[in-house]
């Protein structure tokens, strides 16, 4: 009883100091609760919006970059870069490329050879060999001329006049008449385009002094061209009776 009288007369006294007490832990815990997840959403926004900034800078400057390039010429060299090294096997460039080396050079093709799979299918051989820059095409060419013929035709292989063949393996073999026949073990090259572009914040390619010259050489020695071929609207005929 007497403990309890205590108790009593403890609260009565503490009144004023027990409730300003319980006051302050509620509005603690309603703070704890409800506005510190407003402050931590509050930060996150800033964050963000610090770093939206210094993307929009970064992009600003691209844009400035870009203004400075000529639209038509990228978009010229990138065809005239395309048939060196195309996006995809096109094996019908690599056959006009070997067409006009042909007329070009004087040498005749006999044989064209590829790996089996690597033209009929696109999935074929879609890995690139470790060290290697681009996506390799394997082929093997037999071509008979002159040792002179022979000679400038191994170089217009890469002088970047059409699709660009290197060469792994010759073997050359002179022929009864005179003439030379040349085996050719080498790779054409593709390099597929990327699926995705790059981020705001990632860098710009830089179109260094060697790209131009690379360009140069191309425009210069380019002699394919891939523009298709006009057909006349009315194709003459013969004699337009079947019967007479």
Sequence with gaps: MKNRLKIKSFILKYESVLSSFVVVLFILILTV?????????????????KELTTKLVQLKKKEALLTLQNRDVLAEDFARLNMIVPASKDYVLLFSTLDQLQQSTGVFVTRSDFQLGVVSTSS???????????????INLEVTGDIGQIEIFLRSLTNLSGRMITVNHLQLTMLDDG???????????????????GKIDSPLPQIKHEYRQIIERVSQNMVLDRQPPEFPSQVPVGNDNLFF
């Design 124 to 138: 074929a051989l879609l890995k690139k060999p470790v060290g290697e820059p681009s996506f390799l095409l394997p």
């Design 33 to 49: 609760k409800l506005l510190l997840p407003n402050f931590l959403r509050i930060t996150t926004i800033f964050t963000e919006r």
């Design 179 to 197: 003439s030379v026949r040349s085996s050719i073990d080498g790779n054409a090259y593709f390099n597929p385009l990327p699926k995705t572009i």
